[in-house]
């Protein structure tokens, strides 16, 4: 399975930003996608998942600000990212977990995207 994140920039306190993921080689039935996030020095901490079925789960730090989605027919995953905060700046990672419960521990996901930096400015 290859993940290919993008969409991560520069920004300023308070904008938005949509980062998108883009899933391509084996299939897995029904797989729960993901979003963590990697700030500098500090360890990858989950930010949403969501399962095939548009059910969805987010970490306190960014709910009601982030709205994750996802395009089954086009093995695509969105992250919605508004109110941006400087605390929001790190590197970016999509995930794939090859099962059908959503979780939000790093160490069920078996597949990894590259990553995309988001750095919000004050």
């Known amino acids: 399975v290859q993940l290919q994140a993008s969409g991560g920039g520069t920004v300023q306190t308070g904008d938005s930003l949509r980062l998108s993921c883009a899933a391509s080689g084996r299939t897995f039935n029904s797989p729960v996608m993901a979003w963590f996030r990697q700030a500098p020095g500090k360890e990858r901490d989950f930010v949403a998942a969501i399962a095939w079925s548009g059910g969805s789960t987010y970490a306190d730090p960014v709910k009601g600000r982030f709205t994750i989605s996802r395009d089954n027919a086009r093995n695509m995953v969105y992250l919605q990212m508004e109110s941006l905060k400087p605390a929001d700046t790190a590197v970016y990672y999509c995930?794939?977990?090859?099962?059908?419960?959503?979780?939000?521990?790093?160490?069920?996901?078996?597949?990894w995207g590259q990553g995309t930096l988001v750095t919000v400015s004050s």
């Open positions: 995930a794939l977990r090859p099962q059908t419960v959503i979780r939000s521990d790093i160490r069920a996901y078996n597949y």
